[in-house]
């Protein structure tokens, strides 16, 4: 039996009751919040394994601001989206705040399992490998990867990602100056399901967004037209 403890932020009781039912048989601990205050309140005791936020809470964009709330505190911590929101700015935005994942209501309960239990995996590995990583930083460059704290640094000063984003951004530290294809930064980052190409052009733009002087002119993560990507640190 599992023991995370994940805490769902929504303001309809019948959507904290679907979820609950969907995932009670897993072990996994449900915490339930419909409010940024209360959510505040009951962060502040206990330590999440996932976060898993309505965008429209008492206001529109309240879950917005959430996330952002909780990726200063905690940047690896996984935050997934469920709103009836399915614009693609919105879209969009949820994965340029931190999150790890975006579902849009309607939704399948079997699949939010589904995705939630792989969510909960994935970190519970890395975690565990970090416990194993030597103290030694990687650097290239400017950049800084600090292993045993997950964090990221250019120039010293610390970049806040989404857990996935660190994950992506720890491999292409890994093998600076290589090329990559789109499947193969998948299969070594993602390493669950069917391929999907524009997961990684996604993931791609947004940390472009965050260590490029100008994510339209990328210096550092460069595309490799027809192949793939490759970073270079030395820019």
Known sequence: MRNEKILIVDDDPAIR??????????????????????TIAIKSRVTFDLFLLDISLEHENDGYHLAQLIREEEPTVPIVFLSGKKEEKDIINGYELGADSFITKPFSPAILKAQIVSILDRIK????????????????????????????????????FSSKEIQLIRFFMEFPDQVFSKEQIYSSVWNDGEFDANTVMVF????????????????????????????????
């Open 17 to 38: 009751r679907l979820i609950w039912k969907s995932l009670q048989s897993t072990g996994i601990l449900i915490y339930q919040t419909d409010s940024v205050d209360k």
């Open 125 to 160: 590995v890395y975690r565990e490998n970090s416990i194993d990583q030597p103290d030694t930083d990687i650097c290239n460059g400017i950049f800084r990867f600090d292993q045993k704290r997950y964090q990221f640094f250019k120039n010293d000063q610390q970049i806040k």
């Open 204 to 235: 791609i733009n947004h940390l472009r967004s965050k260590i490029e002087d100008d994510p339209k002119q990328a210096r550092y993560l460069k595309t490799v037209w027809g192949i793939g990507y490759t970073f270079l640190p030395e820019g």
